[in-house]
């Protein structure tokens, strides 16, 4: 649907409709000018994998020190594996751990390493292995995974081949957990791994070039052959326009990590609809409330700002038949009872928005104020078709909505992030940002719960403890999309939207 397709109900909202057509007629001049517009040629089967994942320059960095970006994930993933990995439907593979056995009810799992080598040859010990996750693990350490992963009681060394990690509690998601990048296994200053793939010597630009780790050498006198061309990746990060520009000029295979915010501009290079992929991604889409004072500070009335919202109008703006949610967890994973309806979804849109006018009227008549609420979203076309139908929302009970960046102060914060594994905290942990202390004691109790029933019940009264706190606004699941091309027989689509470089075709695996 067009931007002009619906109703702005605020000067800033008609800023934001300026500005999204600004960038809309800039990335069409673009696609004029190198004559991209209309083109339905077929890249050749011949040469490099190339892959544009959207986001910063991909470079190798300590997770327990800074965040990892998309683009340098996906790099982390390539050069360096950890226990497990996850292969190309997002489930777990063996990595450095070439098998694996989980005794005692979940409350051990034993690791024995393979044959594995850095890259000057010397083989990768458990304790190496020990001493990388103690690190990403250890208190201070800014590993965004360490939060879900305290059931862990200690990683120990059994022989130099073995290593078990002993656990307070069952986590059944704990193998997905040590197949996240952030925990791959690699060697610091520099860093540097033990595949699947590893940097080439051949010089690559733009981006870094990626070849299949050679397997162990039987005869120094007849060493394997070099990988062929179409065996290796060469991996770009850059802005999402660029990357679909070079997609459609067929100077690209795939496009990695679309999210809402870009998708706009899918339509408007007029990508073949065959090229166009969708992961059917589990996360949290929604408007965290950050700002807990003023009109926000009773549950009553973010419950009025919650059910005022058109969902399906809001989101059918940036892609239509996007699947809404009014629920923070989206089935009964971890649970012992079913998802928590919440009472502001009772009712029809027209009611629930004829209490939220009075509430609104009455806060205002008692406060002398307009009420007008700053929301923090990202950039891009996608993120201001959102904001317009939220700010018509909003506007349609009395409320003027205005669009900040989203590290700037804010009163709701837009949350797109994808989960990590089927681990119902971590959406009550993210969607609790903050809440009541009600509702964070419970999400706590969660994780420290003495079984998988004692943690399903936890789990449970915390869900209800947060939708009825209302400290979340769910929309829909997460809109994740990739560009693909032909050649990439092997790309599947999967709940973690994750897309190994190694797993993209039959012969760069």
Known sequence: MAPAAFAWHSGAARDERRRGLTRTTTVTAIMLAFGLLGSCDRRSDVGPVVASVIGDAPVLADPARRALGRPSQMLMASVAQGLVRLDATGQVEPGIAERWIVIDDGMSYIFRIGDVTWPDGSAVTARAVVQRLRRELAPGSRNPLRPYLTAIDEVVEMTPE?????????RPDLLRLLARPELAIFRLDPPRGTGPMRRSAQRSAPGLLLEPVPGPVIDADDPPPPPRPEQTVRLIGERAAKAILRFKALRSDMVDGGTFADWPLVGLAEIAPTAIRFDPAQGLFGLAIVERSG??????NRAVLAGALDREAIVALVRAGWPTTDRILPDAIDLATPPNLPGWAIGTLDERRAHARSVVAAWESAHDTPLSLRIALPDGPGATLLFGGIAASFAAIGVEAT????????????????APADNARWYLARACAPCGEQASTLIDAARTAADTPARGAAIARADAALTADVAFIPFAAPLRWSLVAARLDQWQPNPRAWHPLNHLRSDTK
């Open 403 to 418: 669009r900040v960046p989203m590290r700037a102060d804010a009163d709701l914060r837009l949350v797109d992030a994808i």
């Open 162 to 170: 073995v290593i078990e990690v002993r656990m307070k509690t069952p």
């Open 295 to 300: 009109f926000l500070a009773t549950a009553e």
